[in-house]
């Protein structure tokens, strides 16, 4: 029966056997992605049954969707799962003067979470949503700790599968742990302080949920562990985490080589860099996804290359302060894993390939530096790998039917000659018209089931602007927030 997606129900899956017909569907067959002009994908359930020519069997509906890109959905290895902080660190100077290290005042009188548990439960539906608007349909949360009383919690985390499976998003949840931080002491004074049996603690937390949580929501939900970054953890936690990952074969994922701050903690205090730190203790496998990379050095890829570590690539963050991963083909060419990652606002995953192409080409000074095919590859098929998911990240039967539609007869894009180079060059997730995440439509036209985005929309400004009021208790010198944020330009005075 032919039908328009308008005909299913948002939040459901499609009983019986779908078709959907597209001018274009990237299909997967002996193991690469493949471009299937005039054909379709039929989903049974909540996997995929067919992609080729028209589908000769019998289905319940036939949805021709004209001029679309059917694309496996995105795997986004460091998902943007609160309201972006990283924002506030951009143009307005560096990171102990605004508010992302901690006073040492700021310790002494007690550091608290800074949003309600409500707050953060809300945070994650509404991230989650704009992670599915975005053609995203595996995530792996990551949200900031500075704000924070020490780790995430496991409430928050209760709420975090609550929200991915009431809005139908594949998710790999863990609450992000760690032994310790930085304190500023006068400007630009960093210390290091632990509290080791903080970091077990959140080791011990993290492993009980990991077990309640395992394959529940029909197998959409799956756990990681988190710890938060190499300069935060001891020795003795990534030891125990690394083992628990080994025993139970759960992914983790750790910040590493990811800034210049970090580089200069992990010298001071183990007199290498992380990657190296984790080799020397036998640390580095290949369940580790390790974002950003930017600050690695050609040891550390090299130690990445010769034990499977997977690298999340977030271009978009770093090129906002002219930061780059130096460079996609060198890694590519060492044999290195590179998946994606969003981390910041907008959760853009078109944007990030964009970026990634450009920032890739300009490392490597000309187009060689990276094809349109390697990033779509990298937001796909590579981040499904590091999760050993051969049913995520591409479109072929017997797959997960996690499925992005684009509409490549947006009014802004440009004409297609090729569907991949439109939406890569296009830079923007806009054009994400439906979401399926195993079987089920979960996104549709901007809408998500049971979450209002307008309403959310302002709820979260709310929030946002409460955080950003309390931003000078924990900012060394506590200095006033209009003067930690000044505006582009000068406020405007009436003469
Ligand atoms: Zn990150």
């Known amino acids: 029966m032919a039908q328009r997606l308008s005909d299913l129900t948002l939040g459901e899956r499609p009983g019986g056997r779908t078709a959907l017909a597209a001018r274009w569907i990237v299909g997967h067959a002996e193991g690469r ?15 995929v049954l067919y992609v080729g020519p028209r589908f000769p069997g019998e289905v319940a509906r036939r949805i021709d969707l004209g001029d679309m890109l059917v694309s496996p959905g995105f795997i986004d290895l460091d998902a943007l799962s609160d309201l972006d902080t990283t924002l506030l660190t951009v143009d307005y100077g560096p990171g102990w003067a605004t508010g992302r290290v901690w006073p040492r005042s700021y310790v002494e009188r007690g550091p608290y979470d800074m949003y309600s548990p409500e707050d953060l439960a809300f945070q994650k539906r509404y991230a989650f949503a704009q992670l599915l608007l975005n053609g995203i349909t595996t995530a792996l949360p990551i949200a900031s700790l500075f704000y924070r009383e020490w780790g995430e919690t496991v409430e928050e985390f209760e709420a975090a599968a609550d929200a991915a499976a009431a809005l139908g998003l594949r998710v790999y949840l863990g609450p992000a742990y760690r032994s310790g931080g930085m304190v500023c002491e006068a400007p630009g004074v960093l210390e290091p302080v632990f509290d080791e049996a903080r970091g077990m603690k959140g080791l011990k937390d993290a492993l009980n949920f990991a077990t309640r949580i395992a394959g529940t929501a029909e197998g959409l939900i799956q756990p990681i562990l988190a710890p938060d970054r190499v300069e935060t953890c001891t020795l003795a936690l990534l030891q125990k985490t690394m083992a628990a990952s080994a025993e139970r074969g759960i992914p983790v994922r750790l910040h590493m080589a990811q800034g210049r701050t970090e580089r200069m903690i992990m010298n001071r205090l183990h007199g290498t860099t992380g990657p190296q730190w984790l080799a020397r203790h036998g640390l580095l496998h290949d369940r580790l996804i390790a974002p950003h990379a930017v600050e690695a050095e050609p040891e550390d890829l090299a130690l990445y290359a010769e034990h499977g570590v997977t690298i999340a690539h977030c271009p978009l963050v770093y090129a906002r302060d002219g930061e780059m991963l130096r460079s996609f083909r060198e890694c590519r060419e060492r044999g290195i894993r590179i998946g994606m990652g969003t981390d910041t606002a907008p959760p ?28 779509f590859d990298a937001a796909t098929i590579s981040g499904a790998d590091a999760l050993k998911r051969p049913d995520l990240g591409r479109l072929q039967p017997g797959a997960k039917a996690d499925i992005a539609i684009f509409d490549l007869a947006d009014q802004r894009f440009a004409p297609t000659i090729d569907p991949i180079q439109t939406l890569i060059f296009g830079a923007t997730g806009r054009v994400t018209r ?17 979450l209002d985005l307008a309403a959310a929309r302002k709820i979260a400004q709310e929030q946002f602007e409460r955080l950003l009021a309390r931003y000078p208790e924990r900012t060394f010198g506590h200095p006033k927030v209009k003067d930690m944020f000044p505006g582009t330009y000068a406020p405007f005075k009436p003469r």
Request: negative net charge; without cysteine; hydrophobic residues 50%.
């Open 33 to 47: 992605h493949r471009l299937l002009r005039d054909g379709e994908i039929v989903i049974d359930g909540a996997e």
């Open 348 to 375: 853009d995953m078109v944007l990030n390939m964009a970026v990634a192409l450009m920032m890739g080409r300009a490392a490597e000074g000309g187009p060689h530096g990276l094809t349109t095919a390697e990033v």
């Open 434 to 450: 439906a979401v399926f995440v195993d079987g089920r439509l979960s996104m549709r036209d901007g809408a998500v089931s049971g």
